[in-house]
């Protein structure tokens, strides 16, 4: 099967939603127990953790942690943003810094100034989308940034979409609420699947999509840790409850180049491996031997094929033992929670 398929359907009960390109499975979405991210809070400041620099508020949802506080009172009522998921009895991460994403924009309050994709290059283009994005959003006082699905868009859309969260925007920054609230709802797999992965595709809608276009069987092979590379080599993907241990492997290749070849390998393949089993947190990679020159060529591997990963990836670096370790927002729920 050829091309890129989105397929919309329900995975043991819960919303789900796959992207096919040219037969495998490039990214998976499923609905978890927990709030999703993008999801607003008005919530109510409960008591700060000494040395920690942060504190935790109560919500609807239970108890969440905002970092990096400073001034802020027990019983102040503020307005927070779930930004992803937390481990297994952890309370809920959220932010200060509100995002309004919708198919072609994302409204910045707080941080004026309007901007277009940098995966929008023509000149031409960029100043067609500024004019368009001046005439919707001048005014509001609200910054603002002009996705990549925006090129060769027809202005009103963008236009539509600019003002519908603008007008969401005034109204949860306008609340004047007095307890704790979930005043937006985080959006679901399909609705994210239709934001987010916005290139153009075959569209599967109908009941039963999963099985007909062979989500279940590539779901199932996620499950396994096991990852095989190019040429006989392969990495394995474990996720324990301090980290993400990636392993990789030769396999039968014995030439001098093994280690790096494979350790390429891994590094192309790796934001796909995490992506399909919603894993993020700290990742530490055990890669196959190679010599120390070959090092930056390998993090510039790894960091050109996270440049497209929708999760924010720091590259921490190297430790002592040779070992690369990111560090990955836990923007998903992880596979094996959910199967």
């Given at each position: 099967m050829k091309g890129r398929t989105i397929i919309l359907d329900h995975l043991g009960g819960r919303e789900a939603a796959a992207l096919m390109v040219d037969g495998r499975l490039e990214d998976l979405l499923i609905a978890g127990d927990a709030p999703p991210p993008g999801t607003i809070y008005?919530?109510?400041?409960?008591?700060?953790?000494?040395?920690?620099?942060?504190?935790?508020?109560?919500?609807?949802?239970?108890?969440?942690?905002?970092?990096?506080?400073?001034?802020?009172?027990?019983?102040?009522?503020?307005?927070?943003q779930v930004t992803g998921y937390g481990e297994p009895g952890k309370a809920i991460p959220v932010t200060r810094k509100l995002l309004f994403k919708t198919r072609h924009a994302i409204l910045t309050p707080g941080a004026p100034g309007l901007n277009v994709s940098r995966r929008i290059r023509d000149e031409g283009e960029r100043d067609r989308l500024l004019e368009i994005a001046h005439e919707a959003a001048g005014g509001r006082g609200l910054g603002l940034i002009l996705r990549?699905?925006?090129?060769?868009?027809?202005?009103?859309?963008i236009a539509q979409d600019i003002a519908a969260m603008a007008?969401?925007?005034?109204?949860?920054?306008?609340?004047?609420?007095?307890?704790?609230?979930?005043?937006?709802?985080?959006?679901?797999?399909?609705?994210?699947?239709w934001r987010e992965w916005?290139?153009?595709?075959?569209?599967?809608?109908?009941?039963?999509?999963?099985?007909?276009?062979?989500?279940?069987?590539?779901?199932?092979?996620?499950?396994?840790?096991?990852?095989?590379?190019?040429?006989?080599?392969?990495?394995?993907?474990?996720?324990?409850?301090?980290?993400?241990a990636v392993d990789v492997n030769t396999g039968p290749d014995?030439?001098?180049?093994?280690?790096?070849?494979?350790?390429l390998a891994c590094a192309r393949a790796l934001p796909r491996a995490l992506r399909v089993r919603g894993l993020g947190g700290q990742i530490t990679l055990d890669?196959?031997?190679?010599?120390?020159k070959?090092?930056?060529g390998f993090e510039n591997a790894l960091r050109t094929a996270f440049r497209t990963d929708p999760e924010d990836t720091i590259l921490a670096g190297w430790t002592p033992l040779g070992h690369?370790?990111?560090?990955?927002?836990?923007?998903?729920?992880?596979?094996a929670e959910l199967l």
């Open positions: 008005r919530a109510r400041a409960e008591r700060p953790l000494k040395g920690q620099g942060g504190l935790f508020l109560t919500t609807p949802d239970g108890p969440a942690y905002l970092k990096q506080v400073k001034g802020i009172a027990p019983g102040t009522m503020l307005l927070v990549s699905s925006c090129e060769g868009a027809d202005a009103e859309p007008g969401l925007a005034a109204q949860v920054l306008g609340d004047a609420g007095t307890g704790p609230e979930t005043l937006v709802e985080g959006e679901g797999p399909h609705a994210l699947a916005s290139d153009p595709a075959e569209n599967v809608t109908a009941a039963g999509g999963f099985a007909e276009h062979g989500v279940l069987e590539a779901i199932e092979a996620a499950a396994d840790p096991e990852e095989p590379l190019p040429g006989g080599g392969r990495f394995f993907v474990q996720a324990t409850r301090a980290l993400v014995g030439s001098i180049a093994a280690g790096l070849k494979a350790n890669l196959a031997p190679m010599a120390r070959d090092r930056r690369y370790e990111l560090q990955r927002k836990r923007g998903r729920v992880p596979l």
